[in-house]
């Protein structure tokens, strides 16, 4: 049921690019990005709703296929300050309840 | 989005004692979950804090064990019972406003740093 991110971990340069999966075996209505830095809490990042619509924070964009029930998430030119670990996570609406399952993760570290 | 902030930020504990966490929310929220976090490891939903009436269970987490209350709609307690070391994890709180749709955004809590010896 927990989405799978790949890869697990991936080391970067200053300036390199690099793409983040998000994998799901149920259907998906909308993905949420999140990072998390060392010893904090995730903040969030952005939504990816249905339509393969695509959206952008700094240089970190994301797209959605419904039908792969896959995100993917891009970040272009990297820098410093996007190491940190990212999650997607996805909402699970029930009869009454909700609640909101996370990738296993995917570990950035960007070098200088 | 909503301030929330935790108590305590950490703590170090002692096997077959309890440890009460707390989460405030500056403004009201609909939903308050709690989650644990293992080290190097991702986010794992204890429970959801329902306001007013018992916390609904994820499988494998059981009320004895995580006792949750909700008594209105900005605060919420975690109480951690009977500790042993593998307890040792950061907790975390985490709030929604929820419109039933599938934009409704978590944001997090600092967590909750416990360490069981």
């Known amino acids: 049921q927990q989405p799978v991110q790949s890869p697990q971990a991936v080391i970067l340069r200053e300036g390199e690019d690099a793409v983040i999966n998000c994998s799901s075996s149920k259907a998906l209505y909308s993905v949420h990005w999140y990072r998390q830095k060392h010893g904090e809490a995730p903040v969030f990042l952005m939504i990816?709703?249905?339509?393969?619509e695509q959206k952008g924070h700094e240089k970190i964009s994301a797209s959605f296929n419904e039908k792969k029930q896959q995100s993917s998430l891009y970040l272009t030119a990297s820098q410093l300050s996007y190491s940190g670990t990212y999650f997607c996570?996805?909402?699970?609406?029930?009869?009454?309840?909700?609640?909101?399952?996370f990738g296993t993760g995917t570990r950035l570290k960007v070098l200088a | 989005s909503a301030v929330i902030s935790q108590k305590p930020s950490r703590d170090i504990c002692q096997r077959g004692t309890s440890l009460t966490i707390q989460c405030q929310v500056d403004?009201?929220?609909?939903?308050m979950f709690w989650y644990r976090q293992q080290p190097g490891q991702s986010l794992t939903l204890i429970a959801t804090?329902?306001?007013?009436?018992?916390?609904?269970?994820e499988s494998g987490f059981v009320i004895d064990k995580f006792p949750i209350s909700r008594p209105n709609l900005t605060f919420s307690t975690l109480t951690v019972s009977n500790m042993s070391p593998e307890d040792s994890s950061i907790y975390l709180c985490?709030?929604?406003?929820?419109?039933?749709?599938?934009?409704?955004?978590?944001?997090f809590g600092p967590g909750t740093r416990l360490t069981v010896l």
């Open positions: 990816l709703l249905k339509g393969g």
């Open positions: 985490s709030v929604a406003n929820l419109s039933g749709r599938a934009t409704d955004t978590q944001y």
């Open positions: 804090a329902n306001q007013g009436s018992e916390a609904t269970y």
């Open positions: 403004s009201q929220v609909t939903m």
């Open positions: 996570g996805t909402p699970h609406l029930g009869s009454g309840t909700y609640k909101y399952i």
